[in-house]
């Protein structure tokens, strides 16, 4: 069974700094990687999605990048806000489901 | 294209009581995933369906939990005979699958926060 695990599971950083999120996972047999965004008693928002052919996928501040060989995947956060405080999930795909990790819990101080 | 919707968002039930929950998904969306979430844990995959077949189960749905998706399009989550443990946010999510075999991005609900007393 597929496991996917997040490190650190909470993180505190400045405004204005880059920071960078792993996400690791057991079974490279993977389909997609997805990460989402979830503000605290809400749904989940996606942010990125790579699939099992790309190595890494851009929107705007954010950066995925995804070593199906080494089952690793990060998110860079370029400049970061108080705005992107949150939890950052990621999510690895086989064809029938998504495997979640806990999270990495996201504070930015003003 | 409102997004994934689902109803109630929240759902308050003494233990022994039948819920259900609906989602209705993005219209031209053929896969439809719930799952269940409880505080500090990511989503636990609970059951998904392909249009209207549902194709898989976790075994995280004990044969107190059923779910729907008539004609392909809402659908629903009943427990039967609440438990508190069943108290969790129960989640909607839905997607496409590409006729090549390609998997497009999840689109999640807000949820449905269930509480047991």
């Known amino acids: 069974k597929q496991e996917v695990t997040q490190i650190p599971a909470a993180l505190s950083v400045p405004e204005g700094e880059n920071l960078v999120l792993n996400c690791s996972f057991t079974d490279s047999a993977i389909y997609n990687l997805q990460w989402f965004r979830q503000d605290p008693g809400k749904g989940l928002t996606s942010l990125l999605l790579?699939?099992?052919?790309?190595r890494e996928q851009t929107s705007g501040r954010l950066n995925a990048s995804l070593d199906k060989s080494s089952g690793r995947s990060t998110l860079y956060i370029a400049a970061s806000q108080p705005g992107d405080s949150a939890t950052y999930l990621c999510?690895?795909?086989?064809?029938?489901?998504?495997?979640f990790g806990t999270g990495t819990s996201l504070t930015v101080i003003p | 294209d409102t997004g994934v919707s689902q109803d109630p968002r929240h759902k308050i039930t003494k233990r022994g009581q039948n819920v259900t929950f609906r989602c209705d998904p993005i219209?031209?969306?053929?896969?439809l995933y719930w799952y269940r979430q409880t505080l500090g844990q990511g989503p636990e995959f609970l059951t998904y369906f392909q249009n209207e077949a549902q194709l898989e189960k976790s075994r995280l749905l004990s044969d107190r939990f059923s779910a729907e998706r008539p004609k392909g399009s809402f659908s629903t989550l009943e427990i039967q005979r609440t438990e508190q443990g069943d108290s969790a946010m129960y989640l909607c999510?839905?997607?496409?699958?590409?006729?090549?075999?390609?998997?497009?991005?999840?689109?999640f609900g807000p949820g449905t926060r269930l509480t047991v007393t």
């Open positions: 999510a839905s997607s496409l699958e590409g006729t090549s075999g390609t998997y497009y991005e999840q689109y």
């Open positions: 790579i699939q099992s052919s790309q």
């Open positions: 219209s031209e969306h053929n896969r």
């Open positions: 999510a690895a795909a086989d064809r029938n489901q998504f495997y």
